[in-house]
């Protein structure tokens, strides 16, 4: 029986390199579930890959449908934004674990959805100066920087990973990310205990 393991951290903190590496980890056998966005796409994403891109009607007709398993909504600067995931014939728990990137809520609907025996957190922690930087590098690059979004989300951080929250989920376990390969071996070694293998 496969398990779905929730990468979650707070912004900048490496969770899509770390997501990168842990799928070409052959000793883990990750699947991808791709989440959706109603948020546009960015400089150097593709369709299909990092997120499914739609907008709020298509995020609209999946709802009704009862496909999305989680949601969040985000007041950004440019309107609102949706992250979800949506319960399609892509994921298959009797043959694969997945992997996916994720916030706190939405690792408690998973938990909801399959059971909390088929979801494994992995939370990555890094110092808050570095993710500074991090981000704003990341927004340089962009063709059209949005600062003000960027600082949104830097600011709700402190919000949505609070100490309340941790504790709230019952995530015991944390990966700093000031070494990648070593916070990836950690991750890794995590993943075999609790995925048996």
């Not at 799928?23 to 883990?28: A, D, F, R």
């Not at 934004?81 to 694969?96: G, H, K, M, P, S």
Request: glycine share 6%.
């Amino acid at each position: 029986m496969g398990k779905i393991i929730c990468l979650m951290g707070k912004s900048s903190s490496g969770k899509d390199t770390i997501y990168k590496k842990l799928l070409m980890q052959e000793n883990v056998h990750l699947k991808t579930i791709v989440p959706y966005t109603t948020r546009p796409i960015r400089a150097g994403e593709t369709e299909g890959v990092e997120y499914h891109f739609t907008d709020e009607q298509g995020y609209q007709a999946l709802l009704e449908q009862g496909q999305v398993i989680e949601s969040r909504a985000y007041n950004t600067c440019f309107g609102v934004w949706r992250y979800f995931t949506v319960a399609d014939e892509t994921i298959d728990l009797e043959t694969f674990s997945y992997v996916l990137i994720g916030t706190l809520e939405a690792y408690d609907q998973l938990r909801k959805f399959y059971g909390t025996d088929k979801v494994i957190p992995v939370m990555i922690e890094l110092d808050d100066g570095v993710r500074l930087q991090r981000a704003l590098d990341r927004e340089k690059a962009q063709d059209h920087p949005k600062y003000e979004e960027m600082c949104r989300r830097f600011l709700a951080d402190a919000e949505d990973f609070s100490a309340e929250k941790m504790a709230r989920a019952a995530i015991d376990r944390t990966f700093y990310n000031d070494q990648l390969d070593r916070c990836l071996h950690g991750i890794v070694e995590y993943l075999q205990q609790n995925l048996n293998l």
